[in-house]
């Protein structure tokens, strides 16, 4: 290889060094001015943002910025604060973005409070060209939920995403959202005559959004949607929990105070053995469970797998949780903030 030969090649990797370098510093300050203008731009809107100077790195494949302290609250008082999270952006694919935030999440608001601690906590983000959210992807391991004055909330991994339906379409019965959700190993606390498991094994929610919410502050964008016929359909829901197993589809809506209307047909299996443990913590009587069991028989139908399972409509309406004509329970209602004067709902 001659002189002349290797000076070109070391000339050109100096100019892809350099460049890259160039093409780095160029990211990473665009990503700082991106954090500054969105916390410029929360203020703005009232809120208050508290967070330390972000601290860059991740040359020369990625750019990152690690926040070890991030705290947000709304005009309406909820708030967030997190002991660190780190944005990752690599430079072959700007349009996936990458947020870490493990360790505790302290919320509040609406006169409840909770610190929520993970083992690992990520979600990834798909932009746009014109760098819209068009999918988020959020996994969780090994969470833990506390507050004040009761037992710990427990679930060994969660796993949520939602994409943008695109080329979206007009009308409130055309989905402009997809969304899926699931949840294992719920350990829930110690109660008393509690005729199911205490592990909640798996939650998992197949559901789209019909109707495209319009471009304005959250409470104000969900009664619009809603006011305007939109729904979301449950296209499938699983819930295993010994020792009952549900599976149900079904709608889901707003009324006028924005509390959930909710109308499903619910295929569930396991009813005999939850009806025996009802007796034993004296729920109900030995008769009683006895005749349940005979009319619940006579009702059930084999499923694919030939296992008796038993379809029951339940709905929720007003606060009310019904099984065809039975009242199961009364629901408390969703907290919704009054509007604050002079600030975004």
Known sequence: MSIRFRVIILALIGLVAVSVTAYWFHVA??????????????????????????????FPRAVTAR?????????????????????????????????????FHRLSGFDWSGIISAQTATARLRLTTEG??????????????????VDPLSAASLALTAE???????GHDKPSLAATLSLRGLDLPELTNLPLARRLETVQVEARLLGAPPDAAPLAA????????GTVELDRITVEWAPLTLEANGTLALDSALQPLIATTARIRGWGELVTRLVQVRLIDP?????????????????????PTLTVPLTLQDGVLTAGQVRIAQVPPLPVPAPTPGAPP
Request: glycine share 10%; aromatic share 4%; net charge negative.
């Open 67 to 103: 926040l070890d302290s991030l705290s947000l609250r709304s005009p309406a008082g909820l708030s967030w604060k997190a002991d660190g999270v780190t944005i990752t952006l690599p430079l072959a694919d700007p349009l996936h973005v990458t947020v870490e935030a493990p360790g």
């Open 222 to 229: 969900l009664a619009a949607w809603s006011a305007d016929g």
């Open 132 to 149: 819209k959210l068009s999918a988020v992807t959020v996994d969780a391991a090994t969470l833990v939920l506390e507050q004040p004055g």
């Open 164 to 170: 943008r339906l695109t080329p979206p379409e007009s």
């Open 29 to 58: 300050g665009q990503m700082r001015k991106g954090i500054e203008s969105f916390a410029a731009q929360r203020r703005a809107e009232g809120w208050t943002v508290q967070m330390d100077e972000p601290v860059l790195g991740g």
């Open 287 to 307: 008769g009683m469970a006895e005749a349940a069991k005979i009319m619940m028989a006579i009702l059930a139908r084999p499923d694919s797998q030939g296992r």
